[in-house]
Each structure stands twice: as structure tokens, then as C-alpha cells.
């Protein structure tokens, strides 16, 4: 059946702030929908509160507002627009609540608008978990025994009749907010007291737990026709009581007979067809009992593009989200195109001839006082990806990829020896527990007491085992002596040259020269959905040690882009907006475009947004191997964030052309002595400073400066580790800290300017000409970090005079930095003087930000000017605005019930939101202001 021809006009809901439970696979999953209909000649509006996104940018849609996610912003469009449809299935929960409000509300059929993608009355069921089961036993799918409670009594009732443990769950919440797993009468009523007050609903859900069963999800699509596919069948490591977005993940499914997939396929396929008629995505999760029975229980079922579709689509090259987008406007699976062979239907189920393997990504140093044990409430902030042909690779590649300062999985002397510290990890799991459970078995501690410990798999165990083994044999040996066959092994089995180094007690170089004499080398493996069935037609690669390479390399002119990885606090999905308009701009000057990133979230990695795309670690040994093959003009770091940056140090040693701003001007600014002496050279007011490399430097240095103190190291992003000090007692413990978890660093002591404005000013610059694009002013004064401030654009009560002072350094500092690119500069204003905190050469968290403010994507003209292609001069900027955009930080404390709540100068948001006003008399803006007035004064 062709595409409803009745559908002219979309309107798709995105998730707004990213908050933990929520994030950036929702920007993918709405801006690969968009992309598809946009296709179709279908006009595109969306909504989404969300700024640092891609998906709000006027490359995706045709209409963007950017607007609270309130059925009020819905009627607004409504009226403005002739909207036919309405897809909110790309949004996650957030959307999928405001559509059903709106549906409640009747603005739907007011409006004359149809919802595509989804069946109002399967979010109703699949959400009400009572009908939910009654359904569930109507079509004999088994679950866990399970009730609904509306109150303190009703539950407490159900906990005597099931037994402990028991599974508390609160209804209509995202993430797994208000779950976890209770074992005694004092954890349950306290879960059941704060899952009644979160669940919008006042409903929480008790199951009785089914601890150290095996968790699986199936991915599936369904069309108007009733047919369905498979995409991709994902298996937790981790066993049923830990949220799987906190659980490290493997496609395909490596442990389950395939008996019990079969089975398992037909169940979910029964479930999707008992919940609705709808034609789109779903997201099954299973529970598998740990024995030979292999017994199947149902968990959930979520009738929308889902947070492991995005996975999915990495792990897959099936694009879920784009294909979702069309059944929802008619199409039918047969009728479709697969996107990476171009020649097979979408009707096709892939088949994978590697492993994927996903761990996330934890800040809970961020969180002070934040309990790190996981369980049913999802705590991390991101996540990688790694592909290999065998699981052991890939679990390499996403260690490596990781960016917690480990090499990969062993192998860098790193390793806990503490037996009872193992023992706690085991039991009482956190984001380490991993590495834990291969210190535990290079220890020596029993196979049983470890499965018994953690409850996973015995063939995920053995795996970790095998490569320790592997280790042993590689230790009796030197670089000049070890046999090509087991260098070989342990590159196929995912190790770095620099754990193989660190085995056999010699340099990274050594183990690299000497792998390249013995021709191993690293060669690129299509992702095709097919196994290599049919010819893929999309440049989509990761890396392996075999012998073909599929990788074919041009006679083009190239440009490598290093993207941001793993998303955390401090390096979100702002700098993969940079990466995207690196990529577009690149394009544009006749550049054949590579991407390299590890995050399966994000849309830099989805298959079609660059010519080629390296689905690799950012991580030096695979970012040299690239370069090395493929022969770039040269490569972009500075939209990267430090992931990028990081390894700007050794390109430039290897030779590796930097596209824009050097790897010196870069260094000065990241290196708070060097900066602080150029600032004193142009004689640019800054704080009082000193750098120090030890405890007793700090104190004899504090003397000097007087207290409060700002303790901050070099070379970090979202201010990590930075405090503000008011004693010896506090900078001696402090400095302490910082060199016991960075000894490498050399820490910088501000003197703290209490009491001071902030602001920041973002610009452009080629080297001689600086454009200043926009100067935001904090509201809350100096020592919160910027990313946790509301900001204001342009400023609300800067003069003329601070502000020529705020504009003429810049540009001093711009051009003394040879900045080619993009620059950002924060300020602390007191007594009229603009004091200078930090330059940051490259592409900073505000991009995005004033690039939705003003409606101009600035870093796409920056990056020509970093490519040598365009000159400040030839800059036309028209920006939109027509009042003030405020920069509204999101956070997720709720995940952290006993968290330190308290704003410094290290970030805590995991989100932000946008909001426009035409004057400061604006209640908003008062409202504001008053309430962070407030907060400051306790």
C-alpha cells in the first residue's frame, strides 16, 4: 500500500532536556524521522524544548519551535499550522504523556489531527500495568506474579501475600524513577511512600522479583499489513534486577538456545499484535530463567521507538527510527528499501556477522553523596559502543572507549587486589563492577562464589577468563621474542598495543613496530545487515584483525572529524551538534567527510551523515590506524570536546595536519599557567594566580594569594574537580584528591573573585579577524559553573562600558591565541573591571545555545574558516532574535535521593531547555530571578 497521500503536514514531539533515563537517542530517533518524511515531501514541524540538539536546527524540520513541552505550545502550533498528523513516538516518555493529555484534552480531534505510529490505546495499556497483566493472561504470556497499588494499605497488603523481595515500580515514569528491589518490611515502605508520590498516576506497581534471571529485549517493526520483523535481539550481562540502561548489553543475544529464541520471537510478536493496531516500533523485554529450562517470563513492552532502538539501529545499520517514520505514514515493510544494501526490502531481518557490545557511562563523582550501587533506577548519563567479530573484542573496544582512564579491560595495572573490596563490588554492583569481576577471577577467587556473587551467565564469565589466560601466556614473553600467533590473537581478541606493552614491559611504539614487521595489521569490516549476504551500498565500518579489508579508499580530498564519545556531565550532545555541522560544512567545500565517534546515542554515527563513518573507540591506536589508511587533508578536534582535544598533542607529533586552531594555541589556553602569562602580557585583567604540582606548593601558595581560593586542574572539561576553598585544612585535602585521580596534572589556584558577575562572549576568528557572535550574562554570580547557570542572551544589565571591555579582549585574545575557528572567553565582572577566567579555542557547550537564539548555525561557517575555505570577513549574520533567550540548566538529583544539592564550580546539569522572552518585565524572567536570588541567599 502506498503512503497516506492525506498527509501533507507533520508534527513530531521531541523529549526535551536531556535527564537521565532520557537523553540523546531520543535527538537521533526524531531527527532520523524527520529526515524520512522530509523525504516524502511531508512538511515537518517540531516541537522540543531541548537547544544543544541537532534536532532543533533548521537542517531536520521545516518548522522548529522551541517551546515547553505543554499541551498550551501544542494548541499554539496548532493554530499557526495545518497539521495533519501527529508522530509522537520519537520522544520517548515525555511524548508519548503530552500527546495522551492532548488526546484527553480533545485538542486532536479539535483539530482535525490524526496520531500515527502508535495506538493511543496500547500506551494505555502497556502504561496501566494492571491491564497490562490481564491482557498478558488472556494470550497466556507468562509474567512474574504482580499487582497495582493505589495506596500505602493496597500495597502493603500485596507485599504480605507475594513475599519478599519484591520489585517496587512507580506507573507513567521514564528511567525506572521511584524502582528498585526491596528485601525487608522497612525498604518497602519507604520505596512505596515515594513511588505513590512520583507515578503521576499515584500508582506503583509490585512484582515479586525474579533476581538472577537472564534479561533479553527484541526490537521489532510492524506495518499496516500485519507484517513483522525482528531488528535485533539485545542480552543483558547483567541479570534481572539492574535497569538495562545501566547494564552492559551484547547483540546479538549470545547465551539463549535457539529454541527459546524462536519461542521468544513469537512471544513478543503475539504481545505486539494484542496491544494494538499500530505500525511503527516496539520494544520487548524478557526475563529467561537461569538453567536449563530457559523458562520465559514477559516484563514490559514499550509501543514506540524505544532507548535501545538507537542501539539497535548502530548495532545493526537497520535505521529504526527512519523506517517507523514511514509505516506511520501508510507504507508497508515490502515496499521500503533496505538503507545499506539499497537493493534488499525492509522487509529483510538482519543478520550480524560481529558483536556489539554497550556499556554505559556513570558520573557519580559529580554526585556527592550519591549511593553508586545499581539497580532498577537508571543512574548513568551515556554510553559506547563497540563492535568486533567476537564478543571479547568488542568488550575491549568498549572499555577503551570508555574514557575512565583504563586501556580496555586488564592489562594496565590498574587492577584491585583488595579481596574484600572485590567481594562488595560482586555483590553490591556498580558502574566498576565489570572490572571488578576480572580482578576477581585474576585473583583467584572461585568461579562459584563469583557466579553466585553476580548471577551472570557462566559463558560471559568464561570469556573474561579465556582472556586472562591469554594474558599469562603473553607475560612470559618479551616484544623481541613473542610468536606472531599469539600477537596475533590477542589484537583479534581486542587488546591495544598499549595493554600488550604494559604485558610484556615495553613501549606502545615497541608493540606497534614490531605487530607492522610481523604484518598484523588492522583491517575494516562492512556493517551490512546481511552478513555479507548482498553488496552493502553504505559506507558504515569498524575494525578487526583479519585479512580482507572492505574499506575502499578514494583519490578524494578528505577531512577526518574526531567526534565527542561517550555522553557525561560536562561533554554532552552539544559537541555532537558541532560534530554534524563539522560534517555538513566539510561536505559542502567538496570534502569526502570521516567520521569517527563511539557513541551509538548520537547522530554523527548514524550511517548517512557522513561519507564514511568509523564506528571505532576515540582512542589513539584507532584513530591512527584510520589516518593512516584513508590519508585525510587533515583532521577537526576542536568540535570534539577534550575527547577530541586530547589527542590534538599527538597528532601534532606524529604530523597529522590539525585543521584550524594549532595544537599550541590550543595547549596555552587548556594550560592555566601559560594562558594566565599571555593574559598578563596583553595586560588583560585576570585573578590572582599560581600553579602548583603538590600540597605543600598549594599551601606555601596560598599565603600568597589569600583565601577564597579557586583549586582547579588543567586539561578538564565541565569543571571537574574544581572547588572553592576557604582554609588550608579544605585546599590541602583537596589538592590531595585532585592529584591522587589525576597525578599528571598540574593544578591552578585562583584567587576567588566572590561576589563577581560572570559572562561569556563566543566568537569567531581566522587567525586575524574575530566576529563576535554573542555575549551572555550569567544570573547567578561567579563560583557556579557555567553549565549549571541560567544564562541570559544578550545581557540584561551589563553597561556599554563592560561590555566594549567584554568585546575588545575577546578579539585581543582571539587573535594573540591565532585562533582559526572558534573561540569562547568566560568573565568575571566586580567593580567595573572584566576580569578573564578561561579562553576555550573550540567549540564550547554555548554553540548550540546561541545557535538556536539567533537562529543561525554559526559552526558551520566556522568550520570553513577552520578548513582555510572562508574569511571572518565573508561572515553574514542575521540573527533572528527579537528579546531575550534564556539558558535553562536541567538536572537529575531525583536520581540521588541523598545527593548534595548544592551549585559550585563543578557541573552537575545533565540537560538544558530554552526559553524566549521579549523584555525583562517578562514573569518569567522575574520569576527567575528571584527564585536563584533565593537559592544563593541560603
Given amino acids: 500500500m502506498p503512503r497516506d497521500k492525506s498527509i501533507k503536514s507533520i508534527l513530531i514531539i521531541g523529549s526535551g532536556p536531556i535527564v537521565i533515563g532520557q537523553a540523546c537517542e531520543f535527538d537521533y530517533s526524531g531527527s532520523q524521522a524527520a529526515k524520512s518524511l522530509r523525504d516524502e515531501g511531508i512538511e515537518v514541524t517540531l516541537i522540543n524544548s531541548n537547544p544543544a540538539t541537532i534536532m532543533t536546527d533548521p537542517v531536520v524540520a521545516d518548522n522548529i519551535y522551541l517551546k515547553p513541552l505543554t499541551y498550551e505550545s501544542i494548541e499554539e502550533i496548532l493554530k499557526k499550522h495545518d497539521i495533519d498528523a501527529v508522530l509522537p513516538t520519537m520522544g520517548g516518555q515525555t511524548a508519548l504523556n503530552l500527546a495522551i493529555k492532548c488526546d484527553e484534552l480533545g485538542l486532536w480531534d479539535e483539530y482535525g489531527v490524526k496520531m500515527v505510529g502508535v495506538d493511543i490505546n496500547a500506551i494505555e495499556i502497556t502504561e496501566n ?75 506503583v506497581m509490585i512484582d515479586k522479583a525474579v533476581m538472577g534471571w537472564k534479561e533479553y529485549e527484541l526490537e521489532l517493526l510492524r506495518d499496516g499489513n500485519d507484517n513483522v520483523v525482528i531488528i535485533c535481539s539485545i542480552e543483558n550481562f547483567d541479570p534481572m534486577g539492574i535497569h ?107 543478520t550480524l556477522d560481529y558483536v556489539i557490545v554497550k556499556i554505559p557511562r556513570w558520573n557519580f563523582s559529580k554526585f556527592d553523596g550519591a549511593d553508586p550501587q545499581l539497580g532498577l533506577q537508571m543512574k548513568s548519563v551515556g554510553e559506547v559502543m563497540g563492535i568486533g567479530r567476537s564478543f571479547q573484542e568488542a568488550l575491549q573496544k568498549a572499555c577503551q572507549s570508555l574514557e575512565i582512564g583504563r586501556n580496555g579491560l586488564g592489562a594496565d595495572g590498574r587492577e584491585l587486589t583488595n579481596q574484600d573490596k572485590i567481594l562488595y563490588s560482586l555483590e553490591k554492583p556498580s558502574g566498576d563492577r565489570l572490572f571488578h569481576i576480572y580482578d576477581a577471577i585474576k585473583l583467584g577467587i572461585p568461579f562459584k562464589t563469583i557466579k553466585e556473587k553476580t548471577r551472570i551467565d557462566n559463558w560471559f564469565l568464561r570469556q573474561i577468563e579465556d582472556l586472562i589466560h591469554l594474558e599469562r601466556k603473553i607475560e612470559k614473553h618479551k616484544v623481541e621474542d613473542i ?86 556531565i560536562g561533554q554532552g ?8 555541522h563539522g560534517v555538513l560544512a566539510a561536505k559542502e567545500c567538496g570534502y569526502e567527510t570521516i567520521m569517527i565517534n563511539c557513541n551509538p546515542e548520537t547522530v554523527s554515527t548514524d550511517f548517512d551523515t557522513a561519507d564514511k563513518l568509523y564506528f571505532e573507540p576515540v582512542f589513539w591506536e584507532h584513530i591512527y590506524d584510520i589516518i593512516l589508511h584513508e590519508n585525510p587533508e587533515g583532521v577537526i578536534v576542536q568540535l570534539g570536546g577534550q575527547t577530541a582535544l586530547k589527542l590534538a598533542e599527538k597528532l601534532e607529533r606524529y604530523g597529522i595536519k ?23 602580557e596583553l595586560e588583560i585583567p585576570y585573578p590572582k594566580f599560581g600553579v602548583v604540582e603538590s600540597a605543600e606548593q598549594a599551601l606555601d601558595l596560598a599565603q600568597e594569594l589569600g583565601y577564597p581560593l579557586l583549586v582547579r586542574p588543567s586539561y578538564v572539561l565541565g569543571g571537574q574537580k574544581m572547588k572553592i576553598v576557604i582554609n588550608d585544612h579544605d585546599l590541602e585535602h583537596h589538592v590531595v584528591d585532585i592529584l591522587n585521580e589525576m597525578p599528571e596534572n598540574q593544578i591552578l589556584l585562583d584567587h576567588f573573585l566572590g ?16 566576529y563576535i557572535i554573542g555575549i551572555m550574562q550569567h544570573i547567578e554570580p561567579a563560583g557556579i559553573h557555567s553549565g549549571d547557570s541560567y544564562a541570559v542572551l544578550p545581557p540584561y544589565n551589563l553597561g556599554d562600558l563592560i561590555v566594549h571591555q567584554i568585546e575588545d579582549i575577546t578579539k585581543k585574545i582571539a587573535v594573540a591565541l591565532r585562533t582559526v575557528g572558534l573561540i569562547n572567553i568566560q568573565f568575571a565582572i566586580k567593580d567595573d573591571v572584566v576580569y578573564v577566567i578561561e579562553a576555550n579555542p573550540r567549540a564550547s557547550r554555548t554553540v548550540p545555545f546561541i545557535a538556536k537564539a539567533y537562529g543561525e548555525p554559526y559552526v558551520n561557517f566556522a568550520t570553513k574558516v577552520m578548513l582555510g575555505e572562508k574569511k571572518v570577513t565573508d561572515f553574514k549574520f542575521n540573527p533572528n532574535q527579537n528579546g531575550y533567550a534564556i539558558k535553562v540548566p536541567v538536572f537529575s538529583f531525583e536520581k540521588f535521593p541523598n545527593v548534595n544539592k548544592e551549585l559550585g564550580p563543578e557541573m552537575k546539569s545533565t540537560g538544558e531547555a530554552i526559553e524566549f522572552i521579549k523584555n525583562l518585565r517578562d514573569p518569567l524572567f522575574q520569576k527567575i530571578y528571584s527564585e536563584r536570588n533565593l537559592y544563593l541567599s541560603k
Avoid: W
Fill in 129 to 203: 500495568r494492571e491491564a497490562f497483566r490481564d491482557l498478558m493472561e488472556r494470550i497466556d504470556i507468562p509474567m512474574a506474579p504482580q499487582a497495582a497499588a493505589k495506596s500505602f494499605l493496597e500495597g502493603k497488603e500485596i507485599a504480605q501475600k507475594f513475599g519478599f523481595p519484591l520489585c517496587v515500580r512507580a506507573s507513567y515514569t521514564l528511567g525506572g524513577a521511584g524502582a528498585a528491589v526491596v528485601y525487608n518490611e522497612g525498604e518497602f515502605d519507604k520505596l512505596l511512600t515515594r513511588g505513590l508520590h512520583i507515578s503521576p498516576i499515584h500508582e
Fill in 244 to 350: 538495562t540502561g545501566d547494564s552492559i548489553t551484547v547483540a546479538p543475544a549470545m547465551t539463549l538456545s535457539d529454541t527459546t529464541f524462536q519461542k521468544m520471537r513469537d512471544m513478543a510478536i503475539k504481545m505486539m499484535r494484542a496491544i494494538g493496531n499500530f505500525a511503527g516500533g516496539c520494544n520487548v523485554q524478557f526475563a529467561v530463567s537461569n538453567d536449563e529450562n530457559e523458562d520465559i517470563i514477559a516484563i514490559e513492552i514499550n509501543p514506540r521507538v524505544s532507548r535501545s532502538s538507537a542501539l539497535a539501529s548502530k548495532a545493526t545499520g537497520y535505521p529504526i527510527a527512519k523506517i517507523a517514520a514511514k509505516l506511520a505514514i501508510g507504507y508497508h515493510l515490502d515496499e521500503l528499501k533496505n538503507q545499506i544494501t539499497k537493493t534488499t526490502s525492509a522487509l529483510f531481518e538482519p
Fill in 483 to 568: 610468536p606472531k600467533e599469539l600477537l596475533f590473537e590477542a589484537k583479534q581478541k581486542g587488546y591495544a598495543d598499549r595493554q600488550i606493552a604494559h604485558l610484556l614491559r615495553c613501549l606502545e611504539s615497541e608493540v606497534y613496530s614490531k605487530r607492522n614487521e610481523m604484518g598484523i595489521k588492522r583491517v575494516y569490516k562492512l556493517v551490512d545487515t546481511c552478513a555479507a549476504e548482498f553488496e552493502a551500498q553504505t559506507p558504515y565500518y569498524y575494525s578487526t584483525f583479519e585479512e580482507e579489508n572492505e574499506s575502499v579508499v578514494t583519490d578524494k580530498k578528505k577531512i577526518v572529524v574526531l567526534g565527542s564519545g561517550p555522553n557525561r
Fill in 573 to 580: 550532545i552539544e559537541f555532537d551538534y558541532s560534530c554534524v
Fill in 658 to 680: 590539525i585543521m584550524g586552531t594549532s595544537y599550541d594555541a590550543l595547549d596555552l589556553a587548556e594550560d592555566r599557567g601559560r594562558f594566565s602569562r599571555l593574559l598578563k
Fill in 755 to 770: 561576589g563577581a558577575i560572570e559572562a561569556e562572549a563566543d566568537a569567531i576568528c581566522d587567525g586575524e579577524n574575530v
